[in-house]
């Protein structure tokens, strides 16, 4: 049985649905997905990719579906004026709930209205993608139990899962949007930062040679991504990688406002503990004082009673305990 899973909405889900709203570089992510996935390759070559156009939020009327959901219609390779639909969508971790999003997703979204024709639907190819340290596909799962001939069709569209970290650092490196390779990246090795460092070191000649400011907005993204995953641990590592080719355009890394908040807090903890340390210090400087003065207050007591009751002559109090003659005198 495939147990229930809730998922909470990922706030690094955005940086897919930023990336990938792009049709270039959903393009490119397309054909290197269609490299390690033979449902996508076969989609891939029934489609013109040259004639993505993006479906725009506004025709959704899905208000749940998550950050990441995108929506393209893209023509049929052979040129007839028809077109199919495709959805993207990123999943940070397995939810049971996905085919029933995706087809509320389709069937609201993938509409065309067109005079005379017989059916508003389009035929629609779902992408689910995620990254992940184990291969997930419920597809599988949802089709165990019936015959091979229902395979296919237990659903009303086309499915296909896509594990990011399937794609190979060489095929991202060869890419030729470099901000697409490199997102795909970070994506494929969100759990192992060294792997993540290693590939980045190999795309610096490439980011060289973006302009400053498409520079300075992937890197910041990359960054927020891989502090959702890897926590902010990882922020001075980012920081010292991304500097050599970020910093010397002005650029202001995520890490570095986390790295600012890190210290900000840092500080305020460190004026707090000052704060409670000084408040021990006088507390415990206050008690001293107050039993100094108790026990000073009882040798007088005791020099005063021994003098009354004549077991030590004044002269001798005097001189034993240190206090003067009006002191031990006095009442």
């Known amino acids: 049985m495939y147990e229930k899973e809730t998922l909470p909405k990922k706030p690094h889900d955005a940086f897919f649905r930023w990336l990938f709203a792009d049709t270039n ?138 594990n990011m970290s399937d794609i190979p650092d060489s095929d991202c490196l060869a890419c030729e949007e ?39 907005c992937l890197l910041e993204k990359i960054s927020l991504y891989l502090v959702e995953y890897l926590g902010n641990g990882v922020l001075q590592e980012l920081n010292m990688a ?3 080719i970020g910093q010397k355009y002005g650029f202001v890394s995520a890490g570095d406002v986390f790295r600012q908040q890190i210290a900000d807090a840092r500080l305020e903890e460190q004026a707090k503990a000052q704060k409670l340390v000084a408040e021990k210090v006088a507390e415990e400087r206050q008690k001293t004082e107050t039993e100094r003065q108790k026990s000073e207050a009882e040798k007088l007591n005791t020099a005063k009673k021994m003098v009354r009751d004549g077991v030590i002559s004044i002269e001798n109090a005097m001189a034993y305990f240190g206090y003067s003659k009006e002191q031990i005198l006095a009442k």
């Open 178 to 216: 470099v901000t697409t390779g490199l997102g795909i990246a970070a994506m494929a090795h969100a759990y192992d930062k060294n792997a993540f460092l290693e590939v980045f070191e190999q795309f610096k000649p490439k980011l060289q040679k973006l302009p400053s400011n498409e520079l300075s």
């Open 25 to 162: 570089h959903l393009r490119c992510l397309l054909e290197l997905s269609g490299k390690v996935n033979a449902d996508i390759g076969e989609f891939l070559t029934a489609v013109n990719l040259d004639t993505l156009v993006r479906i725009p939020d506004s025709y959704s009327e899905v208000y749940e579906t998550g950050d990441a959901d995108l929506a393209f219609r893209v023509n049929v390779a052979t040129g007839a004026p028809v077109f199919v639909g495709i959805l993207v969508e990123h999943k940070s971790g397995r939810d049971t709930d996905i085919f029933n999003q995706l087809a509320r997703y389709v069937r609201s979204v993938m509409k065309r209205f067109d005079e005379n024709r017989l059916f508003d639907g389009l035929p629609t190819m779902a992408m689910i993608f995620y990254n992940g340290r184990e291969d997930w596909n419920p597809l599988e799962i949802l089709q165990k139990g019936y015959p091979e001939y229902f395979h296919g069709m237990v659903l009303p569209f086309r499915c296909a899962f896509v």
């Open 242 to 244: 991304f500097k050599s």
